[in-house]
Each structure stands twice: as C-alpha cells, then as structure tokens.
C-alpha cells in the first residue's frame, strides 16, 4: 500500500489497545483521521481520501471499521446536521462545536465557563454529569467568510 513510510507502531498498540485485530485498512483509517484537517470525517470523506491516494478500501468496510472504533472508543461520532454522520478520534482533552448554518463548516471550541455551569445545571437537578456533547448552531458574521457563499448578513 502506499504511504508505507507511515510509522504504524503507534497504531497497532492503539488498536491493540482497543481489543481490535490489526490490519492495514484500520491504520490507514487511524492515520487519515490522526492528519484530518478539518478533524471531522464523514464515512465518504475518508473513502474518498483513500481513493485519492490509491487505496483500495471498500466503502462498506470503511462504515463497518468506523463502527468498531465508535465501539471501541477509538473515535466519536457526531450528528451535526440532520443524521450526516462524521468522526473524529476520540480525544483526552473534551471540547465542543461550533456549526455554520450557512456552510456546515465545524469550530471546535473549549470554555472553562460553559464546563462549570453545565456541571452546576447537573448538581442543581441531582445528577452526577458523566459526559456531554455541547454543539451550537450559529450564522457566520465575518464580512468575508471563506466558508460561505457570496451572501451579506
């Protein structure tokens, strides 16, 4: 396969790790998420990906490894806009989004503030807060975002 330069012995621990057999299209999937830039991949992004740099890896397994990873806590996966579905590694550090309304584009984001209130809003009303997802949807109001079609707001 290409990329062969690719140190894959991070991967393999980490699948390991995971309690998931190592093969060639779970590190690919691993290291194509690991240099994602936006972080957030649809099942189709990843495939076309794979397709650009020549790989063979079937649609179908491409879903069916995301799903052992969202199982197996390798990655998280995210509804951002109405059941499209995307994946980013799962990560040690918690953060949440930001979403276009006009271009779909994602804005990770962390606040300090925003974590203790909603800890707060969980000891208020009995609970102990064990995890949470935080995505807001918001309309760009740069002049000139890159992201958004040639609109005023």
Known sequence: MKNSQDNTGNENE?????GLKVTTPRIKMLQTLRRADPHHMSAEDLYRQFLEEGEEIPLATVYRVLAQFETSGLVEKHN???????FELAGKDHHDHIVC????????????????????????????LEHHSLCLYAACTKPRCESRPNKSR
Not at 80 to 86: A, E, I, K, R
């Open 14 to 18: 980490e699948l390991r790790n995971a």
């Open 80 to 86: 951002f806009d109405g059941g499209h579905s995307v």
């Open 101 to 128: 309304i006009d271009c779909g584009k994602v804005t990770e984001f962390r606040n300090a503030i925003i974590e203790r209130e909603q800890e707060k809003v969980a000891e208020m009303l009995g609970f102990q």
